[in-house]
């Protein structure tokens, strides 16, 4: 009786410790990122913590890692940090975040744009006594890179003629099918006015900017016609 009483003792301690990690973790990411406060980090960090960024590089001491803090808050200064879930366990905390703002500052060599972004990250904290040893930063970089003009992935690339920055007739083709495959090809014909009365009429139109807009606003108007 006794042991098993003590394991529960144990088992609740372990509990405690874990949801005080998780605690310190969201107070830090509240005070250094939604409150804008850089040099808060001082009071989560180790005095030997290892920042991990991945492709941006790993960082090392907390002088060092309130820097790139800092950096960030003046590419982002209205850098939003919302939680989404949180994974705790042991000495390990995973949050998941959506972070959002307006590209003002510098942001790793990149000059302002203006624009806002927004991204999904993952980060990961070890802690040790109720301080942030070290963090693993996984951002969403081609994102950030997408939103601020810089990067086109291949997969989103693909759905683009590069040429006018219209839909392709490859993308246009492959709505075209599964919408048909719905049943709804009359509809949407109707509704560009006769102008196309066929699939193939459309897709050899879809080079050109408006009328694959058109024909694409046309699937839409249906399907929310269908619905109501």
């Known amino acids: 009786m006794m042991g098993r009483q003590q394991s529960d003792v144990q088992s609740s301690n372990r509990q405690v410790d874990i949801e005080t990690n998780r605690a310190v973790v969201r107070a830090f990411n509240q005070r250094v990122f939604n409150e804008h406060n850089a040099d ?25 890692i309130i820097i790139i803090y800092r950096g960030i808050l003046k590419a982002v200064p209205d850098l939003v940090v919302s939680e989404q879930e949180s994974i705790a366990e042991r000495s390990t905390v995973a949050m998941r975040f959506v972070v959002e703002g307006t590209h003002a500052g510098e942001f790793f060599g990149v000059p302002p744009t203006g624009n806002r972004v927004r991204w999904d990250a993952v980060d ?8 942030i040893a070290e963090e693993w930063a996984a951002d969403d970089l081609t994102a950030i890179l997408y939103q601020l003009g810089l990067h ?8 683009y003629d590069e040429r006018d920055g219209d839909l392709s007739s490859e993308t246009v083709g492959r709505v075209i099918a599964h919408f048909d495959a719905l049943g709804l090809r009359a ?10 009365h066929t699939a193939l009429d459309s897709l050899e139109a ?5 009328p694959a807009r058109t024909y694409l606003r046309a699937i839409c108007e249906a399907l929310v016609s269908r619905r109501t």
Do not use: C, M, S
């Open 40 to 64: 808060a980090a001082e009071d989560y960090l180790t005095t030997n913590a290892v920042w991990h960024g991945g492709t941006l590089g790993t960082v090392t001491g907390i002088r060092n």
């Open 124 to 131: 990961v904290y070890r802690l040790e006594n109720g301080r």
């Open 152 to 159: 086109t992935p291949a997969w989103l690339r693909a759905a």
């Open 187 to 196: 509809e949407i014909e109707k509704r560009v006015q006769g102008r196309y």
């Open 206 to 210: 879809a080079r050109a900017r408006e």
